[in-house]
Each structure stands twice: as C-alpha cells, then as structure tokens.
C-alpha cells in the first residue's frame, strides 16, 4: 500500500514513462505467451501428423496380418517400418485385436503375444489424440484399424518426442530471452522518448505550481523548447494566460477605484445638496444683516440661523471627510460612524421617501479596535443598495450592537430579496476579480470585510425583505487602530 | 500377389534374410523334347535362401551359371516353397533349388540334377531352438508356446518337428498356444530372439552359418534339439525336362563349381563345400517322415 502511495507520489515525469514501461512489459509478455501457446500447438499439430504418417503407413501394411491374426507378418511390418530419420521415432509400437489382446509387439518380452495388454498400459493412450509426457518426452497415441468399416484391430504407439521438446525448449529459452532483450531496450528508448515528450509539462507544471503560490513567472520559450512548435505554442499560451490575468488584476484594481470615485460623487451631489439647501437661506441672512443689521433682534436671528446653516455645512463636510479620510488617518468605529452613514444616506432617502430606522446598542462605550473608514464605506454601500432594491416609502433599518464576541452591523430593506449572484458574491468563496454586470457596491463591501478579517451574513426579514449582516470580530485589523 | 512377394523378398534380400529351405533350389534343364528348340534363357528358380549378402551371391551365382552353362540365366524369387516348386513341376522353371520336403512330395514329377555339399557331405541337421536364457530340455517343456516354423513345405523347418510330435503323440495346434510361419530361416531365429515365439524350428546349416555372420542375433537363441542328419535340399527338375542339353550342362557347372575360382568364389558366400552327383538315398530319411505323416497332414 505504501509502495502504491509512494509510486503516486512520483513526479508526472517519472510517472508516465514507468506507465508506459510497464505497459510494453505487459505487452511483450502477452505476445510471448501467445507465441509460446501457438509453437506449442504447432508442434502437437506436427507430432500428430508424423505420428499419423507412421501410423497410415503401418496400419496400411499389417491390416491383412492382423485380419489373419499373422503375429510374425505383423512383427516383421513393424521392424521393417519403423523410421529413423524422424523428429520422433516410435519407441514401442503395440498391435492388438480389438480386445486389446497382443498381436504383435516392437518388444515382446514387455507386451507378449496373445497376452491382454494391461489396463493401466491402455489408458495412458487417450482416445486417437496424441498425448505428450513432458516428463519422460514420451509421446502416446492409439489408433484403430479399420477394414471394411469394421475395427479389426487397434495400434498402441509411443513415440520418442525428446528432440521436439528439446527444439520447443530451444525455441521457448530464444523466444523469452531475445523478447526479454528487445522488451528491454524498447522500454529503454520508451522511457527516454516518453520523458523528453512530457517534459515540457514538466516545465509548465512547475511554472503553475508557482503561480499557484502567487510566484507566477513567465517561461522562457526560446529557452525551453527551441525545437518544439508544440510545447512553444503551450509555454506562449501560458505566458499569454499570465498576461491576460496580470491585466485583469490592473483593471480590477482600477475598477474599484473608480467605483469608490463613482460613490463619491454620488456623495458628493449630495454634499452640494446639503450644502446648498441652506445656503440660500445663510446668503438672505446675509442680505438681512446688510440691511436690517442694526436691529438687534434681527441680527440675533440672522446670526443664530447663520450659525445653524453652518453647523449643518459643516457636519456633511465632516462625515464626507471621515468617510474619504486615508487609511492611515483612520480612527476606531464609534456610534457616531453610524450617525454619519444615516446622515450621508438621508438625501437619497427623502428623494424616495423611505425611512431609515438608526438601532444602537451599547451607548457611548462603544469601544472597538476595528478601524471606522473601511466599515462606514461598507454600510453607506449596504444602505444604497438596500435603498434602490426596496420599494418607495419602505421603512429600512440599520443596527449598530456590540457584543462579547464582537460589533455586528445589520442594514435591514424591503427588497424582494437578495439575488443569487449577490449572495454568492457575498458569501460565496472569496474571489478578486470584478463581477460582471451590476453590483459593484455588494464586491466592494466583500472586499471590505475579507480586507479586515469580518464575516458576512444574510437572514430574512420578518415582514418581507432581506438582512444583510456584518460581523467584526475582536481580532480584527488593529493596525489601522494603533495608527488612528 | 507376385509383386508383394518380390518387394518382400527384395528386403528380405536386403537384410540377408535366409529363407525357409535352407538351402533348396533347382536348377531345371529346358525341355528340348517337348519343343523341339531350346530356349536360350536358362530359368532357374530360388527359395529365398542365401549366405552373406544375398544380392551379391545372386549377382555371383547368375555370372557362374553364366560362364559355365553358355547360357543367360534368369534366377527365378519367390516368398514360398510351394510357389517355387508349383513353377518347377508345371515346366516354367528350368531347374531349381527347392527343399527336400517337396522333393520327396513331388518324386515322381522331379528329376535330381545334383546335391549340395555342406562340411564335405550332402547332409544336414533341423534345429529346434528356443531363447538363450530359457531352462527347457526337451521339447516337451515347450508346451504352451508360440511356435515359429519356417514354411509348411520346409523339411527343417516344419517336418522334423511335426515329426517329432508325432512321435510323442503331440498336436501342435493343442500342445503349442499358437503356431507361425515365417517364411524364412533367418525370420525363425528373429522371432525366438525377439521372443515373439518361445521356440522355433530351424535349419541347422542356417543357424550355424548365421551363428557366425550374425553373432549378435543368433546368440539370443540356443539349440535344444538336433535332429538326425537328412539330405541337403537338392537342385530339381521337372522330370520331362530332365536329360536336355541345358540341364547337362547346369549339373556340369554345379558339380564342378568347387574346381572353378568363380565357382569358389559362390560356394564360399553360401559356405558349402560343393556340388555332389545326385543319389537318392541321401533322402531317405525325409521321405521315412512323409511316409509316418502320411494322412496325418
């Protein structure tokens, strides 16, 4: 088993020409041993039919001696037939009558006239097929003599079959050692051709190995594979393929930037909104105070709704620059990063007449290491989202708790649930390049969370609708916090 | 059936089979009376049965007969006694060496033209021969074999052991298991060596020449009985073709084969020692045992 574990273990290079290695081996050992079975029955095929000649010839030359039961005419045909010059030479040669009682023998002395031929003599002959005795090189076969469509008599014959064994022998000890040879030195060239074929992905697997581990390197195709159109045209796909990525990965980066761009001029319209709505009202101040600035009670008015008007200038311009403001000037989360988000929300809110409902829990000790810049930007996205995806008028909700285990944010809407591909972006395995089409927002609140470590999750609502929630664990970035 | 017999023969030449009659052969003489013309080819007919290598003593003998006669010569094979002598009554055969057996079956027919000479006399013995190894005494322990014979018409090789049975009151289809017939002298000796027979009856000019040709072979056997001398198989004729020109000088070339260096040169392959003027008591003692048998066969 471990032997197995361990040849699976092996390089892919070593791995296929060991396959194919074997598998010639297995090859060549199948053809030896239909060869072998073949020359074997080849051989049994010429045995018989030298043994059948010998056979016609003496069955065509004793069959009236045996008719006339002439012993001596029998004995004489039987010496005087039998060959020499043969592959196998009969050794003993038994005429009976059909009873099996001894007419004439090559040796008398073993297998007498007129004696009934031992049982155990008769059947080592089976039935008119020859029977070849590895052991001794014995070769038996019986055959009846038949005149006039009567058996008369039959004919017991051992043949001497050593120097056909000795040829099969021969044969079997050529066939197996020059096959061994051949088999060797193919699986040899086998093995080389085979590793020099794949070695070009042996390169491409290293290379793909180390993108893997996020150290992609380009092949060097003039180097690797000069001759090859084959491997150079893989190694330039691949190199084409790492390309192609490194441009995704540019455009990605640069599409949520422009994303993070496109939300802020969608705040900053809003900021323009929010700055502008009392604007109007600070400049007839102004023209007030020109005019009637002498009365105190006016002035005092004048100068309170001045001051008002920019009070809420100056908030929108201070949740728009704590949402903006670089990493590195981040300061920990607080309820008021909530406030904020509600605030930045409420234009578009109003234009749609929905409600948005703020739930804090945890007042003003709302301590958290987590840094508030990434966390405001994923629930102001959470908030427009639940925004375009609920009905006019909806009531929506955004709760802000904190808890032993950590700060868990909800942005509760009115949608008709979250799609798919939107709960597979947000739940789904981590991936860094852009979705297609819309949601961009729901990306880059992923990208958020994955960025300081927090969860995400979805529920429904009770009443219709969906739950989006955010759960900020302890361990969280704290680098941004040291820095706030 | 003719031709199966010749290729037989032929191997049986081949491996210098001796054939059933010992040494039995007839030289017949053309019969000019019948004709009127002699025909110029002298027939002269063969039981397989010869010494050394048969194809050379044929070649040997025909160059003699040749030589000596003025006549060709055509030599006559066949498998059995009975074929070649059926030849030689009918008139096809000349002259031929055929067994004292039939000699004495056919005596009124057949004419002797001359007597082979075996150790210096027209004589020889049957042998009935079983394995070397084998503690029989008499025939009687014999009981039960498989018997090889030679030819029914062979006197060494069949009537002397019938004969002998006979005398002991013994059938051989009851007192022997089975009974073969080999056709031929070397094929006895071959099939009790073997022990496809247990004994066998056998020309004892054959056994002994074989004995010393053959060693290996013959040693396997053993001689259990001799039998009483008996006439040597003779060379025959037809009697109506006997006293013709042809036959006069075939009995003159085989009577004075000992005194020719080709001649010798025949005599030595069939070791014997001549050709004898022919005499009709030398077979007396066969023709005493077709005499006892008559009606038995």
Known sequence: MSGRIGLFRLPLIWRVPLAVSVLMLLVSAVITERVLDRL???????????????????????????????????????????PVNTAIVPVETIVTTPSEIVLAATDPLKYPSLEKMDDLHVEQFPDKQIRIESGDGLAYLERDIDYQDTTIGRIFTIFDARLLLAERRDVLSTLILTNAALTVLLVLIGFMTVRWMIRPMQTLENHMIEAAEGKAARIDVSSQAPGNSESRRLFMAYNSLLDADEERRELSSRLAEEEKLASLGRLSSVMAHEINNPLGGLLNAVDTLKKHGANATVRDASLDLLQRGLQGIGEV????????????????????????????????????GQELELLLEGGEDFACTCPSGPVRQAVINL????????????????????????????????????PAKAVKLLTGPARKSLPEGKGLGLWVVRQISDEIGARLELASRSGGGSIVRIRIGPDTVTEINHAA | MTKGHRSSFAVALSRRRFSAGGACALLAIASSKASGEEPPTLRFGLTPVFLNNDIQLLDALKLYLEAATGHSVELVTRRTY????????????????????????????????????????????????????????TILDLRGDIHAFSDPDSNSGFLVTRTLMFEHGLDPEIFFRKTLF????????????????????????????????????VSQTRVLRRSEWLGFPPIATSRKMAGTEKNLVLQKALVEMAANPQGREVLGMLRLTGFEMPQEKVFEGIARMVDRLRGVL
């Open chain 1, 40 to 82: 074997g029955s080849i051989q049994e095929t010429y045995l018989q039919s030298i043994a059948n000649s010998y056979l016609d010839g003496v069955t065509a030359s004793i069959s009236p001696s045996v008719l006339r039961e002439d012993s001596w005419e029998i004995f004489d045909a039987l010496e005087r037939l039998r």
């Open chain 1, 317 to 352: 311009v201070r949740a728009a620059l704590a949402t903006y403001r670089p990493a590195r000037q981040s300061r920990p989360l607080s309820l008021s990063d909530f406030h904020d988000a509600k605030m930045l929300l409420s234009p578009e809110l109003r234009s749609r």
């Open chain 1, 383 to 418: 908030l427009l989202n639940a925004s375009a995806a609920s009905p006019e008028g909806a009531d929506l909700f955004l709760r802000a708790a904190k808890r032993a285990e950590g700060v868990i944010v909800e942005v509760g809407d009115r949608g008709p649930g979250l």
């Open chain 2, 82 to 137: 009975q074929e070649v002598t059926s030849l030689l009554v009918s008139g096809q055969l000349d002259a031929a060496w055929i067994c004292g057996y039939p000699y004495i079956q056919y005596r009124d027919d057949l004419e002797l033209v001359a007597i082979p000479a075996w150790n210096g006399k027209p004589y020889y013995q049957s042998y009935l021969i079983v394995a070397a190894d084998r503690e029989a005494q």
């Open chain 2, 182 to 217: 080999t056709y031929g002298h070397r094929n006895v000796i071959r099939a009790v060596a073997s022990n496809l027979a247990q004994s066998g009856s056998v020309d004892g000019y054959v056994w002994e020449v074989m004995l010393e040709l053959e060693p290996a072979l």
